[in-house]
């Protein structure tokens, strides 16, 4: 089984933090992504779609301290139903992405770039519970081959 969403989109709020009494954190904020078609008279139109996003424990801080409505970001992390019960008393669901990895994609204040390095978001940018990712041996190192390639007979 597999379940898991990317997304590049820009904030539609500031994300908003909460602790518990237990000392976890959790931020969630909205993101926008937006689609461009031709529609059948040949005209350009955008479609928008929001996604509630949610982060867990440290990943839900620094998103809270670095990211502020309109910011342009990476969101890796996987798509989750919760169901739960209004004040009449009847079940609703929200359905939310599990941010794992969150990484801004604009320029900090500070002048370091952020677009650069967030092509592929880092190990650190991960969500503090993601299993970790299980130690391969190296594979040995290649042995050169002893004929050339001009005896090799390979088409291409």
């Known amino acids: 089984m597999f379940n898991k969403v990317t997304l590049i989109g820009n904030l539609g709020r500031d994300p908003e933090l909460r602790h518990f009494e237990g000392g976890s954190m959790v931020s969630k904020f909205s993101l926008a992504t937006n689609e461009n078609y031709k529609d059948r008279s040949g005209e350009w139109q955008t479609r928008t779609e929001w996604h509630e996003i949610v982060c867990w424990g440290p990943l839900a801080q620094r998103v809270e301290t670095a990211l502020k409505k309109g910011s342009l970001v990476f969101v890796e992390g996987k798509l989750t139903t919760r169901k739960w019960q209004d004040k009449e008393g009847n079940d609703r ?7 794992q990895i969150v990484k801004p994609l604009e320029k900090r204040e500070s002048g370091s770039a952020g677009v650069a ?10 969500f503090e519970t993601a299993p970790a990712a299980t130690k391969t041996p190296a594979a ?6 002893p004929t050339s390639s001009a005896d090799d007979d390979l088409p291409f």
């Open 140 to 145: 040995p190192a290649a042995t050169p081959n």
């Open 93 to 99: 669901y929200t359905t939310e992405v599990v941010g």
């Open 117 to 126: 390095d967030a092509g592929f978001p880092s190990i650190e940018d991960r």
